[in-house]
């Protein structure tokens, strides 16, 4: 079950940064030359952002835990806008056809991309550790 649970909250992710990329102006993926190419490219990106949210989002969490007692958890915000920008920072040069021009874009982009993953894993049943 343990494989099964990662390929869909990868899925998950993919589906969040791809409505991302949809929605917000500052939020680009290059479309491959077909259908297979841009689920990889999407697949690839997402675990990106997987292995991102697992080693250095909890790191700028410590640094910043001031902050979030400060600002009562909104800094949480910045934070997750903060990885999703070096996410999208190590996928742009691993050759990745993702950017994110700013901060900003990088706060809606997140938000977005969280409510849309845990939605659907919520209707797949996929669960964090």
Do not use: C, H
Request: glycine share 14%; proline share 3%.
């Amino acid at each position: 079950m343990g494989r099964m649970n990662f390929i869909l909250r990868l899925i998950g992710t993919a589906l969040g940064l791809w409505v991302s990329a949809a929605l917000v102006p500052g939020i680009t993926i290059a479309r491959g030359t077909s259908m297979t190419e841009t689920v990889v490219i999407l697949g690839l990106i997402a675990l990106v952002f997987t292995v991102v949210n697992s080693i250095v989002r909890p790191l700028i969490q410590i640094l910043t835990f001031p902050l979030y007692i400060l600002t009562f958890g909104l800094f949480a915000l910045i934070t997750n806008g903060i990885g999703f920008l070096v996410a999208g920072s190590i996928a742009d040069s691993m050759g990745l056809p993702f950017s994110v021009s700013g901060l900003g874009a990088a706060v809606i982009g997140a938000i977005i991309t969280a409510v849309v993953s845990s939605l659907f894993g919520g209707l797949t049943g996929a669960k964090k550790k």
